[in-house]
């Protein structure tokens, strides 16, 4: 599985950025996909996960104003990230795996190269 990440920039606060993830797999709608940060300084965290059968779990932080969507003929993922601020600013990854649990805690073996997104005033 290869995966592309891309649609990371500079955003002012307030702003919306849609991000990316292009998969080169066999059978896309297989994997569980999902979107990880990693802030300056800080350990790689959750964003946002979604199981094949389209269950998702967002981090606290960005409930509400994230949005993570798939399409499988396509073999995308996004993430639609609204009123964004500057706590999101971090490198945004995408990742999959067959196993949900895996994909959910960082285990998964599959990473895209990162797109960094920048939120400033």
């Known amino acids: 599985v290869q995966l592309q990440a891309s649609g990371g920039g500079l955003v002012q606060i307030g702003g919306s950025l849609r991000l990316s993830c292009a998969a080169s797999v066999g059978t896309f709608s297989s994997y569980n996909v999902g979107w990880f940060r990693q802030a300056p300084g800080k350990q790689r965290e959750l964003v946002v996960s979604m199981s094949t059968g389209g269950s998702t779990n967002y981090a606290a932080s960005v409930e509400g104003r994230f949005t993570i969507s798939r399409d499988n003929l396509k073999k995308t993922v996004y993430l639609q990230m609204n009123s964004l601020k500057p706590e999101d600013t971090a490198v945004y990854y995408c990742?999959?795996?067959?196993?949900?649990?895996?994909?959910?805690?960082?285990?998964?073996?599959?990473w895209g190269q990162g797109t960094e997104v920048t939120v400033s005033s």
């Open positions: 990742s999959a795996d067959s196993r949900y649990s895996v994909l959910r805690y960082g285990g998964s073996v599959y």
